[in-house]
């Protein structure tokens, strides 16, 4: 068993904002390796946490950074449960913590403000140990879905609070901005 624990995974999250505070590819390269250390700790979270964020008692919001802007959130997937297509604008880490997730990346031509053209990027299943990382503005235009009939559970690192976040509707081709 890791004792690498979520306070070690806070402080190697503090050091790599600070030393990439302009590079995305590199900070999430890095973060992306402490949260693999991170999730080979199967404690690290604590039963009744994980519990009430599954029956939606708990918003699942571990650990926001008020120096950095950064936060943790952990997220419970249930069967069949799927996200719209959306974006974040910031930089992110989602790693796998149970089951598995199905990752659809969209790479995106805009026509105009409000419409889009979608173009072929991947769709693959992330399963326990996986780690996803996504760069704003390039790499981030995504849809996370639960195809399987069991719960599955992730933990997400995004770069600042989301804001002026887009769901892109692959029908219409329309932007619809939060």
């Not at 806070?10 to 390269?29: N, R, T």
């Not at 964020?53 to 708990?58: E, L, R, S, Y």
């Not at 195809?147 to 509707?169: A, C, K, P, W």
Request: glycine content about 6%.
């Amino acid at each position: 068993m890791s004792h690498y624990g979520l306070n070690r995974f806070i402080d190697d999250m503090d050091y790599w904002v600070e030393k990439y505070p302009h590079d995305q590819q590199q900070l999430v390269q890095a973060g992306a390796n402490s949260l693999r250390k991170l999730l080979s700790n199967p404690d690290f979270l604590n039963a009744e946490f994980v519990t009430a964020v599954t029956h939606g008692d708990h918003e699942g919001r571990l650990y926001t950074s008020d120096e950095h802007g950064y936060y943790i959130q952990f997220f419970a997937w249930p069967a069949g449960c799927k996200s719209p297509v959306h974006n974040h604008n910031t930089w992110g880490l989602m790693g796998i913590m149970h089951n598995c997730l199905k990752v659809t990346e969209y790479e995106l031509a805009y026509k105009d403000q409000d419409h889009f053209e979608v173009k072929d990027r991947q769709c693959f299943d992330a399963h326990a140990g996986a780690i996803v990382s996504l760069t704003s503005p390039d790499n981030e235009i995504h849809c996370v879905q639960n195809s399987s009939d069991e719960m599955s559970y992730s933990l997400h690192i995004y770069g600042h609070e989301m804001t002026n976040t887009s769901r892109f509707d692959l029908l219409t081709g329309e932007v619809c901005t939060d």
